[in-house]
């Protein structure tokens, strides 16, 4: 089974989802193009939203996670932290995060320019995650009431408390739209959460119409619900393009932005090669070590050698003339790894029997 095969069957085991799930949702890269992607997603290019701050939160929590778990080694723990590094570098020189507009406040704004008078309105917010915060942070800097809901009623309480908004019961919430006036949802919900059905149903008892916001993705209002006579719906794909727009302003800032990361990529490449070979550098010094330990040994034995001085010096003796035969070929492994001189490191790898003796 190839290395990809076992990423996805465990993925799918520990998230209890079909491996057909996948076939639509995963995108695959290989070799340096993962480093590529990893700077781009760090640096916010790769969002819907360009520069937003969320991503490069969401990627330091995954690597955080990944350590509590033992489930990240060197090679992942020097690509993430380089990549951190590299998207933190892009935001402060290039400012791509400064005045970008999140989704979350993209969705209020488009809300306030659709509907006359939003702070008069009632309001219900569906999801209590990240997305759902972006909303009603933005409600919240504007004074706006709202209410919020979750399926536990306990993360809703504790949102309100964090974030703001009234919680309230996601049954009671779910049949009763008919006294919404606008609707912000952001789940993962893996189903249309808001049907055609309950939306029309309570349609047939309003008289004004209602602001419908899906900011998930996949969606989780049905699209149909668009038809429905006075309901106005936006999808993320429309937000996002509005954000889109407020970001085409500062043109320049994402070739910036670009710029920083083709400088930084081979930087990171060669990083990646010492990671690489650092195993094999240090499997060499501890056999060299181990050899030198055992004659020092042997010598001082025969030389029946008492003197914690004298011992002292012949053991640093032995110490410097390994690391002076070692340093320089070991400086140049280092050096050949790093651009690609895979023959080399074939090589030394066969000399010193690194793999057969791991
Ligand atoms: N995070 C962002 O910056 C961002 C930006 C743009 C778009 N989005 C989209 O927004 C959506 C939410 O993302 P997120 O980052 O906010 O996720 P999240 O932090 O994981 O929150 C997920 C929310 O969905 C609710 N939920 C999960 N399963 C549900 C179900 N079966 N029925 C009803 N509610 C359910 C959860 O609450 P309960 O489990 O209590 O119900 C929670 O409130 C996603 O579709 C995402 O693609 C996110």
Do not use: C
Request: overall charge neutral.
């Amino acid at each position: 089974m190839s290395d990809l095969e076992r990423i996805k069957k465990t993925w799918a085991s520990v998230a209890g989802l079909e491996q057909n799930a996948f076939k639509e949702n995963l995108e695959v890269s290989q070799g340096t193009e993962v480093y590529h992607h990893l700077l781009k997603l760090t640096s916010g290019l790769d969002s819907l939203v360009v520069g937003e701050e969320q991503i490069l939160g969401q990627v330091k929590e995954s690597i955080n996670a990944a350590r509590q778990l033992q489930a990240a080694g060197n090679r992942l723990n020097t690509l993430f932290e380089k990549a951190i590094r590299v998207g933190t570098r892009v935001r402060h020189s290039t400012g791509i995060s400064r005045g970008s507009i999140s989704i979350g406040s993209m969705a209020v704004k488009l809300a306030e320019e659709n509907i006359d008078d939003l702070k008069s309105k009632y309001i219900l917010l569906i999801g209590t995650g990240e997305a759902a915060s972006l909303v009603a942070k933005s409600l919240k800097r504007r004074g706006t009431n709202f209410f919020v809901t979750s399926r536990t009623f306990e993360r809703s309480q504790a949102f309100a408390q964090t974030v703001g908004g009234k919680p309230i019961k996601f049954e009671e919430a779910m049949s009763n739209f008919k006294s919404i006036d606008v609707l912000f949802v952001a789940t993962i919900a893996p189903y249309f959460l808001v049907t055609y059905e309950r939306v029309q149903g309570a349609m047939e008892s309003r008289k004004n119409g209602m602001l419908i916001m899906d900011l998930s993705n996949p969606r989780t209002v049905d699209e149909r619900v668009a038809t429905i006579k006075k309901i106005k719906m936006m999808n993320l794909d429309q937000i996002a393009e509005m954000v889109d727009k407020n970001m085409r302003t500062r043109i320049g800032v994402v070739s910036s932005a670009e710029k920083i990361i083709n400088e930084e990529l081979p930087v990171v490449e060669a990083a990646m090669k010492r990671v690489e070979i650092e195993p094999i550098v240090n499997n060499v010094f501890k056999e060299i070590d181990q050899a030198r330990i055992k004659e020092l040994k042997k010598a001082l034995q025969m030389l029946g050698e008492t003197d914690e001085e004298k011992i002292r010096i012949i053991d640093q003796l032995t110490q410097a003339i390994v690391e002076d035969i070692m340093s320089i070929p070991m400086n140049n492994l280092r050096k050949a790894s790093e651009q690609g001189d895979s023959e080399i490191v074939r090589t030394v790898t066969k000399l010193f029997d690194y793999k057969t003796r791991e």
